[in-house]
T-cell receptor, first 113, second 110 residues
Framework: KAGVTQTPRYLIKTRGQQVTLSCSPI?????VSWYQQTPGQGLQFLFE???????NKGNFPGRFSGRQFSNSRSEMNVSTLELGDSALYLC????????????FGAGTRLSVL | TQLLEQSPQFLSIQEGENLTVYCNSS?????LQWYRQEPGEGPVLLVT?????EVKKLKRLTFQFGDARKDSSLHITAAQTGDTGLYLC??????????FGQGTRLTINP
C-alpha cells in the first residue's frame, strides 16, 4: 500500500507570493492533517480535514487555508508569504478523526526568500 | 503553551550506551504515541500506548506510559548509530488533534 505522498518536495518562493501544497493520503484514509515544523517551534498543528470538512484548526493566521476533495486528497494554501513561513510542511493521514494513529508524508520544504 | 514537555532536548552519546527520553505533561491523555524522524523525512510511528502503566518493547526500545497517563518514557538499550534521529512524543485527548512535544534530538556517535 502506498504511503502518504506530498508534492512538491521542495519549493522556493519570494515574499508576497502564494503557494499551494498537495497531499495524497494512504488509500482508504479519510482524515488528513497538516502541520508546520520549524526548528524553533517544533511541530505545530495547522488544520484537519475529514470528509471534505475542516474539523480542527490550529492557531495560524487566515493566510493559511486548506481544503479536501472527495477522493480525500488535500491541499493547503499560504497567501502573501512571509519569511517566517519558511518551514517543513507535513501532511498526515489516518482512517478517521477518532483514529489518531497518523501516518506522515515526507513533507514539503518551503523556503521563502 | 506547550502541553507536552520532552527532555532532554538534545542528547549525544556513544554507541553501546543506554539512554532514556522523557515526555511529561500536566494533562491526561487517552493515548500517547512516539515517533522517530530522520532528516528529510516525515515522522514515523514507533508505538502507541493507551493504558496507564503500559510497557511496550520494540527490540532495544522500551516505552512506558505513566500510571496517571500524563507522562511517558522511551528507553534505548545499547544504542546504535542507526538510532540517531529526532524522537517525538504526541498525545491524544479523545477525538481532538494530536499534540506534539518539541522533540529530543538524539545523536549516537560511533
Amino acid at each position: 500500500k502506498a504511503g502518504v505522498t506530498q508534492t512538491p518536495r521542495y519549493l522556493i518562493k519570494t515574499r508576497g507570493q502564494q503557494v499551494t501544497l498537495s497531499c495524497s493520503p494512504i488509500s482508504g484514509h479519510r482524515s488528513v492533517s497538516w502541520y508546520q515544523q520549524t526548528p524553533g517551534q517544533g511541530l505545530q498543528f495547522l488544520f484537519e480535514y475529514f470528509s471534505e470538512t475542516q474539523r480542527n484548526k490550529g492557531n495560524f493566521p487566515g493566510r493559511f487555508s486548506g481544503r479536501q476533495f472527495s477522493n480525500s486528497r488535500s491541499e493547503m494554501n499560504v497567501s502573501t508569504l512571509e519569511l517566517g513561513d519558511s518551514a517543513l510542511y507535513l501532511c498526515a493521514s489516518s482512517l478517521g478523526p477518532a483514529k489518531n494513529i497518523q501516518y506522515f508524508g515526507a513533507g514539503t520544504r518551503l523556503s521563502v526568500l | 503553551t506547550q502541553l507536552l514537555e520532552q527532555s532532554p532536548q538534545f542528547l549525544s552519546i556513544q554507541e553501546g550506551e543506554n539512554l532514556t527520553v522523557y515526555c511529561n505533561s500536566s494533562s491526561v491523555f487517552s493515548s500517547l504515541q512516539w515517533y522517530r524522524q530522520e532528516p528529510g523525512e516525515g515522522p514515523v510511528l514507533l508505538v502507541t500506548v493507551v493504558t496507564g502503566g503500559e510497557v511496550k518493547k520494540l527490540k532495544r526500545l522500551t516505552f512506558q506510559f505513566g500510571d496517571a497517563r500524563k507522562d511517558s518514557s522511551l528507553h534505548i538499550t545499547a544504542a546504535q548509530t542507526g538510532d540517531t534521529g529526532l524522537y517525538l512524543c504526541a498525545g491524544s485527548q479523545g477525538a481532538q488533534k494530536l499534540v506534539f512535544g518539541q522533540g529530543t534530538r538524539l545523536t549516537i556517535n560511533p
